[in-house]
């Protein structure tokens, strides 16, 4: 049985506050049964939630009395709020120099402000994103009366050294009160905040190698799948204190060697090179935004062509000001992207113009409140990013919208994810092919299938069938994979635990990629799998299985015309053939 936690120590008008605050940390109602790890949880819940409303000395207390015979337990909850706290001062330990300016910049603590333990959560996240620490602690100290009534003296604490006697007097004291030797001094309301950080190296580089299977980045966050897998080297040197400021500098090189097939069937080999280039710079015009400056060099064979002789340069380059708010749960992106590409061909060819030249404007506006952005198990995460380009070898808008979403069934996991694109072009240069000046430049056309879109198709390969023109000017040929102006996507995942190390994993993907301005909601293209995933510190390393299933493909109406033969000829693994795809990647699908 449970019963409502009273406040005490509090007037009437605050009492309601406080109870509002609390909302419904307290879950338990009458005839429900006592767990004594749930009872436990909920203490900090609600001790959590507290802190979160400015009242830092607040204390959740209780007493269980268990009546065996009578088979109930009696809860009693005492929540002490004590006063609405304010940070009083914030020093920073372990930086010199300019540095504790810029740590206290990005933290964006204030003397004066309400003190939330949220906010000190999130001044530790974005200290620590600077990458120049090994480590970052924030901590709140409320201030206390002594025994006569005078406030504690609060010594400058410039160095570790002047802080650590107050630290273990504090802990002194505490020991002392949950021991009962000594009584609890009333809080103040003030609060020292102390940000303790540790210095890292300052220039790090490496030497590796490793294997790439799945998605690459495009643009400020959009990643897409492609039907290649390499083995690379890698080589990197980064600088974290580049021309002082905490600014970062890494350069990085990968020799690539390309397999132009789905992981993991090796028969048409390429060689390649990628060299990237990233500058940030915190507190750029504020404390919480940063200067992003990137460079890319790429040479190899084009991911999304099937001519196996197509080799092309890319070259990339992005300014931009990324800024988080409400303790990064949102984050808001921006700036100014070029991209170029230019074919070099190892044999000769006859072939029309797909080289190009494009700048754009890009934002992306993300919303995460999940639980975990590794593996999540309640919340939803939302996104928007949108392009303006113009001038150059085109003028398009570009949109893709993307909402997921994850409820926890005991122990399982319920995820959704439902995500759009469209894309309007409004002039294409008539040197360009003509599939180009339809679709756009290659990295930025809508396309699908793959292991984090829908897992019944091969990377990039859910659409319209292929189509040869008929050799007017102006009849485009089209690939299987050379993408659309209009995507939709939805999938739904059933996540289970199977013992410590591994996931299973049930899915259904729909989904459709049309070359025309228009949505094909009835084109369904359904597939259904499982798959099983192995935990690692940087996410899942993931293997599905994806089905395309029979009479499935478009409501009410027959399979596109060549569909069928399509599916034979691409799905397959080397060793045998069916009608869906194998994937293997890392990180959950979504």
Known sequence: ?????????????????????LGDAWPYSRAEIFDEAAYDATKRAMLRRLHDATYACGEVRGDVLIDREGHRADVDLRVTPGPASFIARVDVLGAEGEYPDIVRAVADLERGDPFRESDLAGAQRAIFALGAFASVDVVGIPRR???GGAEEAVPLTVDEAAL??????????????????????????EVDVVIRVRRGRRVRYGLGGG?????????????????????????????????????????????????????PEATDLAPGNDLRVQFTQPSF???????????????????????EALFRHLVDFSLGLRRSFLDGKLTLSGGFHANAYQLWRREDADEQDRNYQVIFLEQLLELDLRDDAVRPRLGLYASAELHEAAFLSFDYVRFIPDVRGYVPLGPLVLAARFRLGLYRIFRADGGLDPASAQLGPQPYRLRAGGPSSHRGFVAGFLGDPAIVGTGVAGDPDFSVN????RRWEASVELRAPLG???????????????RETRFRFGHLNLALGGGLRYRTLVGPIRFDVGWLVPGAGVVGGQPRSGAEGRRAALFRNGIFRFNGAVHISIGEAF
């Not at 049985?1 to 605050?21: C, L, S, Y």
């Not at 410590?500 to 049309?514: Q, T, W, Y």
Request: hydrophobic letters at 40%; glycine letters at 10%; aromatic letters at 6%.
């Open 145 to 147: 009366q002594t025994l």
């Open 482 to 485: 050379s993408g659309g102006q």
């Open 211 to 263: 294997l790439q299977v799945g998605s690459t980045a495009v643009g400020t966050a959009q990643q897409f799948d492609q039907p290649l897998w390499d083995l690379h080297l890698l080589a990197f040197v980064e600088d974290r204190d580049f021309l002082g400021g905490l600014r970062r500098l890494r350069v990085e090189e990968r020799p690539r060697l390309i397999f132009r097939n789905a992981f």
């Open 285 to 307: 015009l504020e404390a919480r935004t940063f200067l992003l400056i990137g460079g890319r060099y790429d040479l190899g064979p084009d991911p999304n062509e099937l001519d």
């Open 164 to 189: 650590a006697p107050r630290l273990d007097s504090l802990e002194s004291l505490e020991a002392r009160i949950e021991e009962g030797d000594a009584p609890k001094p009333p809080c103040t309301g």
């Open 500 to 514: 410590s190390d591994f996931d299973i994993a049930l899915f259904g993907d729909m989904g459709d990629v049309h």
């Open 1 to 21: 049985r449970g019963q409502r936690a009273p406040v005490a120590d509090a007037p009437g008008a605050a009492r309601e506050a406080i109870r509002r605050t």
